[in-house]
Structures are given as structure tokens and as C-alpha cells.
Nanobody, 128 residues
Framework: QLQLVESGGGLVQPGGSLRLSCAVS????????IGWFRHAPGPEREGVSC???????????DYADSVKGRFTISRDNPKSTVYLHMNRLLPEDTAVYYC??????????????????WGQGTQVTVSS
């Protein structure tokens, strides 16, 4: 069973930047892709970004249209940590951000649809 712990959330002014971290521990981490999701007040959860598993020789990333060009996902394999670099933040980026691990086995894809294991979330508030 994997454990995921998010950090790095906080209050930031519009146009500012934050870096979220997702530290992953547990067996067979290399077979899981990692995704970032956010949930603002309301029923919908949005898959923000994802990155292929650490065991893949090729890195595959994907982004929601709402964050393309502003957010960047990256991975530090020795630290078992995935980052979400968020730039030019907007008030509508305000949400609780979660990271999730999705089992892909030997595949090189990633998923913004859901995950098998989830972190507890970190609050991001963009406001002046």
C-alpha cells in the first residue's frame, strides 16, 4: 500500500507562484503514475496534471487545458517525490489539491481520471 503526503499549499496573490510536493512511499512505487487533482467548492473534481511512473524510460506528462502553460509537473526519482510548479496563479485555481497514485504496471501512460491511493490534500488559496 502506498502513502502519499502533499505539502506546499498556502495563500498567494494572483499572478504568484507555488510549488506543491507529493512525497510517495511504499512498495512498488515504480509501477504507479502520479496525478495531481483539485477540488474547489462544488461537486466536480478536476484532474490537473499527471506524470508517468518512475520506472519508465520515457517521461509522459499531461495537463488540463485550464492549467496548460502555467503549471509544470516534474519528478525526483531518488526522493520519490512529484512536484507541481504553479505559476501565474488565478483566483479560480483556489482549491484543495491532492496527489494520487494510479497503477499502470509496465505502461508509460498516466491518468488524470483518478487514482488507487490518495494523499490528504493541501489547500491553495489565490486571493489579494
Amino acid at each position: 500500500q502506498l502513502q502519499l503526503v502533499e505539502s506546499g499549499g498556502g495563500l498567494v496573490q494572483p499572478g504568484g507562484s507555488l510549488r506543491l510536493s507529493c512525497a510517495v512511499s511504499g512498495p512498488s512505487f515504480e509501477y504507479y503514475s502520479i496525478g495531481w487533482f483539485r477540488h474547489a467548492p462544488g461537486p466536480e473534481r478536476e484532474g490537473v496534471s499527471c506524470i508517468s511512473r518512475s520506472g519508465s524510460s520515457a517521461i509522459y506528462v499531461d495537463y488540463a487545458d485550464s492549467v496548460k502553460g502555467r503549471f509544470t509537473i516534474s519528478r525526483d526519482n531518488p526522493k520519490s517525490t512529484v512536484y507541481l510548479h504553479m505559476n501565474r496563479l488565478l483566483p479560480e485555481d483556489t482549491a484543495v489539491y491532492y496527489c494520487a497514485a494510479f497503477f499502470v504496471g509496465s505502461g508509460s501512460e498516466c491518468s488524470r481520471s483518478g487514482g488507487d491511493y490518495w494523499g490528504q490534500g493541501t489547500q491553495v488559496t489565490v486571493s489579494s
